[in-house]
């Protein structure tokens, strides 16, 4: 089978893994009954990963605390047609690969022997505003990290410059109204703070957060849930102090070492007591 690509070159780097066989990866001209088989089986190769991924995000969720009982739900585009999603009324923490459900764009499952007459969340909706929303998105992770979403309980904003990896990763934290879960008012109402950023707070409810890959995702949570504990403590311990507004934009001048670009809403993250007006924050 000379001239077909390495099938490493098709799976998982670390933390991301390629879900969709590109058409560039197969020499111009293959054809037959041989080839088609091969491809159709790294196909399927891709869906068994992003399965495993899948799995993972969501046990890390349940191990770490960011959900309980049968919380959360979480999603990624197999291709331009179907999503790969976590079960409705399943306990995160204890799932299976075969547990997951394939939907069409629509959010209604298809019928593959896979399904098995699962169903998705019952807030499947709300991933497939953000697909609609950002057509770049191929992951979303719905959670309740308990610091972050008490900020919201109490009325606290989450966006203050006081961590680096925060700053850059998350930027401003739109909080979307209240909304029933599980209904038509929660799409409705994350439509303005998932054009704005890759992360929103639900108010009263729980942590949306979407990305490129479940792992980005995933790390942006973990990154929300780090920033809300550490902005908490800081409170306790007298107020937290935030960055400079001049160390910020040094941080945003820089941030390309790293391989990241300053947030989409980067220039909101400079107003207010977002910062620290003066060159130090003391």
Same mark, same amino acid.
């Given at each position: 089978?000379?001239?077909?690509?390495?099938?490493?070159?098709?799976?998982?780097?670390?933390?991301?893994?390629?879900?969709?066989?590109?058409?560039?990866?197969?020499? !111009?001209?293959?054809?037959?009954?041989?080839?088609?088989?091969?491809?159709?089986?790294?196909?399927?190769? /891709?869906?068994?990963?992003?399965?495993?991924?899948?799995? *993972?995000?969501?046990?890390?969720?349940?191990?770490?605390?960011?959900?309980?009982?049968?919380?959360?739900?979480?999603?990624?585009?197999? /291709?331009?047609?179907?999503?790969?999603?976590?079960?409705?009324?399943?306990?995160k923490g204890a799932l299976n690969v075969s547990d997951l459900v394939v939907t069409n764009l629509d959010?209604?499952?298809?019928?593959?022997?896979? $399904?098995?007459?699962?169903?998705?969340?019952?807030?499947?909706?709300?991933?497939?505003?953000?697909?609609?929303?950002?057509?770049?998105?191929? !992951?979303?992770?719905?959670?309740?990290?308990?610091?972050?979403?008490?900020?919201?309980?109490?009325?606290?904003?989450?966006?203050?410059?006081?961590?680096?990896?925060?700053?850059?990763?998350?930027?401003?934290?739109?909080? !979307?109204?209240?909304?029933?879960?599980?209904? /038509?008012?929660?799409?409705?109402?994350?439509?303005?703070?998932?054009?704005?950023?890759?992360?929103?707070?639900? /108010?009263?409810?729980?942590?949306?957060?979407?990305?490129?890959?479940?792992? $980005?995702?995933?790390?942006?949570?973990?990154?929300?849930?780090?920033?809300?504990?550490?902005?908490?403590?800081?409170?306790?311990?007298?107020?937290?102090?935030?960055?400079?507004?001049?160390?910020?934009?040094?941080?945003? *001048?820089?941030?390309?070492?790293?391989?990241?670009?300053?947030? !989409? $809403?980067?220039?909101?993250?400079?107003?207010?007591?977002?910062?620290?007006?003066?060159?130090?924050?003391?």
């Amino acid at each position: 089978m000379a001239g077909l690509p390495d099938l490493a070159s098709l799976g998982q780097t670390r933390g991301q893994t390629v879900y969709n066989t590109h058409p560039c990866c197969f020499p !111009a001209g293959s054809a037959g009954e041989g080839f088609q088989r091969f491809k159709q089986a790294l196909i399927r190769l /891709d869906e068994a990963q992003a399965r495993k991924d899948l799995v *993972a995000v969501a046990r890390l969720c349940y191990e770490r605390e960011y959900i309980c009982g049968t919380e959360g739900n979480f999603s990624l585009r197999l /291709d331009d047609a179907h999503l790969l999603t976590t079960p409705k009324g399943a306990c995160k923490g204890a799932l299976n690969v075969s547990d997951l459900v394939v939907t069409n764009l629509d959010g209604d499952p298809v019928s593959r022997k896979e $399904n098995n007459g699962k169903h998705p969340s019952t807030e499947l909706a709300m991933h497939l505003a953000v697909y609609r929303l950002r057509p770049e998105i191929s !992951a979303v992770v719905h959670a309740h990290p308990t610091t972050a979403v008490a900020f919201t309980v109490a009325g606290k904003s989450l966006t203050k410059c006081i961590l680096p990896e925060a700053i850059l990763g998350l930027g401003v934290i739109p909080v !979307a109204p209240y909304a029933t879960p599980s209904t /038509d008012e929660v799409p409705a109402s994350i439509a303005e703070g998932v054009k704005q950023s890759n992360v929103v707070m639900l /108010d009263h409810h729980g942590a949306l957060c979407y990305a490129d890959t479940i792992w $980005n995702a995933y790390y942006l949570l973990e990154t929300l849930e780090h920033h809300a504990k550490t902005l908490m403590i800081a409170e306790l311990l007298g107020g937290a102090k935030p960055l400079p507004k001049s160390a910020v934009e040094k941080l945003f *001048a820089i941030c390309s070492v790293y391989g990241m670009k300053p947030p !989409a $809403n980067s220039e909101e993250l400079l107003k207010g007591d977002c910062v620290a007006q003066g060159e130090s924050n003391g």
